[in-house]
């Protein structure tokens, strides 16, 4: 089964939906993430209905900010929201050529480390409220490590020790 996470950095691109066909074309994934859409509410549900996927979760941006949207194939897996933020989507997922059930968190974290610590603090309880195996992906803004990124500030040991 596979599972695309892209970030977008604008879903609003006159190329994006041809690329979003050749992601599921070349990929056939079960479940694709895009982050960084800078979209939602009723704009993004336009945009996600024209999309080769029959099921969509879109959260809310603050502003020009974050926004994730969770698609999903459902003639491979059956997906149940169970929580989101502006950081963070989490649902439960059932694939559908056998019995497996399993909790997948899509991420966009935000850029500001206040913010990012409610993330943190989230995923915490997440991890607490079940026992199922969990797969997280996303964008963390957060690199662990130097060899994590390509310029811009230098990595902080105290907030990647939060991470």
């Not at 050749?22 to 979209?39: D, F, G, M, S, W």
């Not at 950081?87 to 480390?113: C, D, G, N």
Request: hydrophobic share 45%; with cysteine; glycine share 6%.
């Amino acid at each position: 089964m596979n599972i695309v996470i892209w970030n977008s950095r604008g879903v609003l691109k006159p190329s994006f939906q041809a690329h979003v066909r050749e992601l599921a074309q070349n990929h056939n994934p079960a479940l694709l993430v895009i982050t960084k859409t800078r979209l939602g509410g009723d704009r993004a549900k336009v945009i996600t209905d024209r999309l080769p996927f029959e099921g969509a979760i879109q959260s809310e941006t603050i502003g020009l900010f974050g926004g994730i949207w969770l698609l999903w194939n459902s003639n491979m897996v059956e997906v149940v929201q169970l929580a989101s933020t502006e950081q963070e989507t989490h649902v439960e997922v059932k694939v559908l050529s056998s019995s497996l059930s399993w909790i997948f968190s899509a991420i966009y974290a935000s850029p500001r480390s206040e913010e990012r610590c409610i993330l943190w603090e989230n995923l915490a309880k997440v991890a607490e409220l079940h026992n199922k195996p969990w797969v997280i992906a996303g964008d963390f803004n957060e690199p662990l490590s130097e060899g994590d990124k390509f310029g811009g500030r230098p990595v902080s040991l105290s907030r990647s020790l939060l991470f």
